[in-house]
């Protein structure tokens, strides 16, 4: 087996920590079982899971504060949890069910949640780019000093859309983080084929938007970028660009078999750069958690998730009547 990455000392509380943990811990377990009841087909449609990713999203959401909004693609179900929605609602509404938080009308790429400022997962690529700046447009008409992260991957990134957004954002001086989930396959291409400039965060000069690349394995280091870009944001500065170079170990979606890359590459990457595993090895090495206490909360977590399968599966069926409801926005 390969040699894992050594440990390195943390610099947040042994409390911040566990619950990075937790948190990422909580999302690979969802999605594990979101992927067996797809299997079961008790999921329909498309299905994007987002193992492996996990530092990215639990990472930013430590560097953001309440109010901030965030909007992405449908590979959505981890920034949900990230962000503090329900397991049991979210899951429900993969299995279409009442209990959804779209009450089971939208399914796994059609989900908000005003509450948690959740602006939803967009099945079209880029789409979710402007509809952030708009966000953030907003906030900074109220001058409420949030931000909005609105995230989209590598492949999206050569949509331009993307790039009439970073023109009006940095024209209007928005408070918005443009994140690059660059998990290096996009649909199913490599970056080193689609794309002729493989820095994406980069192309920001061309508008004036700084920005940087971050190892999306590591939650320290997004948490601390994240902070960087927030800061920037809050400032007045306009916004900002991480491109966060992460790796999903699925496919891109539940029907993707993935035979564009080798079993060899997503085990090397399994083994020795787990942003999960990463931290589980500064939380036993610092002595902050023994392994029993890293059980324990394994099997919380499995809890959680059962229970919110449990929940997608015995909740019923929307009502027909369901059909002519959350049509228009109210005023």
């Known amino acids: 087996m390969a040699a894992r990455r050594a440990a390195k ?21 969802f999605e594990e079982k979101a992927g067996q009841l797809y299997g079961m087909g008790l999921i329909g449609g498309f299905c994007h899971l987002y193992i492996g990713q996990e530092a990215v999203v639990v990472g930013l959401e430590a560097a953001a504060s309440e109010g901030d909004k965030l909007v992405t693609s449908y590979r959505d179900h981890g920034h949900m949890l990230a ?57 900074k008409y109220k001058g409420n000093d949030r931000v909005t992260f609105a995230y989209f991957g590598d492949g999206a990134a050569n949509q331009g859309q993307v790039y009439e957004t970073y023109n009006m954002a940095e024209l209007w001086m928005l408070p918005v983080v443009f994140v690059i989930e660059n998990n290096q396959y996009a649909m199913g291409t490599s970056v080193a084929r689609s794309t002729k400039s493989p820095s994406l965060w980069e192309r920001g000069a061309a508008y004036g938007i700084p920005g ?50 080798t079993r060899e590459e997503v085990q090397k990457m399994r083994e020795q750069r787990d942003a999960i595993e ?7 090495s610092g002595g902050h958690a023994a392994e029993d206490d890293l059980k324990a909360i394994d099997k919380d977590i499995k809890a959680i998730v059962n229970a919110s399968a449990e929940f ?20």
Not at 9 to 29: A, D, F, G, H
Not at 226 to 235: L, P, T, Y
Not at 312 to 331: F, G, M, N, R
């Open 212 to 261: 940087e690349e971050v190892d999306g394995m590591d939650v320290l280091a997004v948490k601390a970028a994240g902070e960087k870009a927030v800061a920037h944001c809050r400032a007045g500065k306009g916004p900002y660009i991480l491109e966060v170079k992460t790796y999903r170990y699925r496919g891109h979606s539940m029907s993707d078999p993935a035979k564009y890359r």
């Open 83 to 139: 962000c503090g929605m329900d397991p049991n609602g979210v899951m429900a509404e993969l299995t279409g069910r009442e209990g959804g938080y779209s009450k089971g009308k939208g399914g796994s790429m059609h989900m908000f949640s005003k509450e948690k400022h959740f602006y939803g997962g967009h099945g079209i690529v880029g789409a979710q780019v402007p509809i952030g700046a708009g966000l953030a447009f907003s906030d």
């Open 9 to 29: 000392k943390s610099n947040v509380s042994k409390e911040e920590l566990l619950e990075y943990y937790r948190q990422m811990l909580l999302i690979r377990r």
């Open 278 to 284: 990463h931290v589980r090895e500064m939380l036993l």
């Open 312 to 331: 997608s599966k015995t909740s019923p069926e929307p009502d027909v009547s369901e059909l002519w409801t959350d049509i228009y926005a109210e005023l």
